[in-house]
C-alpha cells in the first residue's frame, strides 16, 4: 500500500486533530488562471495520488480539474478544467460545477461534485484514469449539496450522502442519505442527522453536510463532515466526526459535541471567505493507524490536518451529544 502523508502531533499539542506545520498544501494560484483552489477530494491512484480540485478563475466562474502527486503534499494541477464525455445521459449540461468528492467503487473512481444545473444540485461522473471523464444523470433535483457516495454498496445498493438546500448561501441544511440501484435513480430518502440546538453544541447548529468519503471501522462508519453557526460576523465552518451504523447508515451511534477543528489560523480566517475549514477528503491507513485530512481554508486554499484514526473513533464516542 502506498504510504498516505503524515506529520506526528506537535509536541505538547492536546488535539486529536493536529495541522500541518507548512499549510496551505495548494496555494490559491497554483495554476496561472487560479483566483483560489479549495474544497478538493483526493484518493490513492497507481504509484501515488490523483484529485479532482475546486479552481475558481479569475472571473470567479467555479470548475473542476484533475491532479496528480507522488506523496499526496506536492500537487501538478492541470491547467484546463475536466471535459466529461456522455455517460449514462446525453445530458451533461453544466453551469458551474464545484466541491467535488472522489471514491473508488469496485472497477473505478466515482466523482460527486455541485453540479449548476438550474440551480445547485448533485453532479455525478466516473473515471478509470483521470483522463477520460465521463458524466451521469445528475442524483436529485435542486437544490442539493455536499453529494457523498459511501465506498461500497450497502445492502446492494449503492449510497449518498447529501444535503438539500436552497438556491442561495442556505441558512439551513441537514444530512440525508439516498440509494439507487444503478448510479442513475435515487430514492429511499431518509434523514441522517440535524443540525445542533444552539445550546446544546453552538458551532453546528446552522447546518450540517457531510465531508470526505465515509471510512469503515468497527464502529461503524465515520463520517468527518462540517457544521457552521450563523456569527454576528457570518458564517464561521468547523470540522467535527460521528459514527453511523454500519448496515443502516441513517442512525447515527455518536456525534462530537466538541469540533474536532476549527478556523483558527491565518489561512482558515482570512481569504476569500474568512472563518471556514471544510474538510472534503481524507486517506487512511488502518495498518499504521493513520488518517490524514484535506480541507479548504477560507475558500482559498487547500490544507491538510493529521490525526490517529483509533484516538477519533474514539474521540467521537467520549465526546458525544
Not at 42 to 63: E, L, T
Request: proline fraction near 7%; hydrophobic fraction near 35%.
Amino acid at each position: 500500500m502506498k504510504s498516505i502523508p503524515w506529520q506526528d502531533k506537535p509536541e505538547g499539542c492536546n488535539d486529536v486533530v493536529w495541522r500541518y506545520s507548512e499549510n496551505p498544501v495548494i496555494n490559491r494560484y497554483d495554476i496561472p488562471s487560479s483566483n483560489s483552489i479549495f474544497n478538493s477530494a483526493v484518493v490513492p491512484f497507481k504509484d501515488g495520488f490523483a484529485g479532482v480540485f475546486r479552481c475558481d478563475n479569475k472571473a470567479v466562474q467555479m470548475n473542476i480539474f484533475a491532479g496528480f502527486s507522488k506523496n499526496g503534499i506536492d500537487w501538478d494541477i492541470n491547467h484546463e478544467p475536466i471535459e466529461m464525455q456522455a455517460g449514462n445521459t446525453e445530458m451533461i449540461e453544466s453551469d458551474y460545477k464545484y466541491d467535488p468528492r472522489v471514491v473508488f467503487i469496485e472497477d473505478r473512481y466515482w466523482i460527486t461534485w455541485c453540479n449548476g444545473y438550474n440551480g445547485p444540485t448533485i453532479g455525478i461522473g466516473y473515471t478509470f484514469d483521470f483522463k477520460e471523464f465521463f458524466q451521469c444523470e445528475n442524483a436529485f433535483l435542486p437544490f442539493n449539496r455536499n453529494g457523498v457516495l459511501f465506498p461500497q454498496k450497502i445492502n446492494g445498493k449503492y449510497a449518498m450522502l447529501s444535503r438539500p438546500s436552497d438556491n442561495g448561501h442556505t441558512p439551513f441544511g441537514d444530512i440525508y442519505i439516498s440509494y439507487s440501484p444503478d448510479m442513475k435513480y435515487w430514492g429511499e430518502h431518509r434523514c441522517v442527522m440535524k443540525a445542533t440546538p444552539f445550546e446544546d453544541s453552538a458551532w453546528q447548529c446552522t447546518k450540517i453536510g457531510a465531508g470526505p468519503i465515509p471510512i469503515l471501522t468497527e464502529e461503524g462508519w465515520l463520517m468527518i463532515y462540517h457544521g457552521v453557526i450563523n456569527t454576528c460576523n457570518g458564517f464561521r465552518y468547523a470540522m467535527g466526526s460521528a459514527l453511523l451504523d454500519e448496515n443502516e447508515p441513517d442512525k447515527v451511534k455518536y456525534r462530537t459535541q466538541p469540533y474536532l477543528l476549527g478556523p483558527a489560523e491565518s489561512y482558515e480566517t482570512t481569504g476569500d471567505v474568512p472563518n471556514v475549514v471544510f474538510p472534503c477528503a481524507a486517506l487512511h491507513d488502518v495498518e499504521e493507524d493513520k488518517l490524514a485530512i484535506y480541507y479548504g481554508a477560507a475558500d482559498t486554499v487547500v490544507a491538510m490536518a493529521f490525526g490517529k484514526l483509533s484516538e477519533v473513533i474514539q474521540y467521537t464516542k467520549e465526546h458525544s451529544l
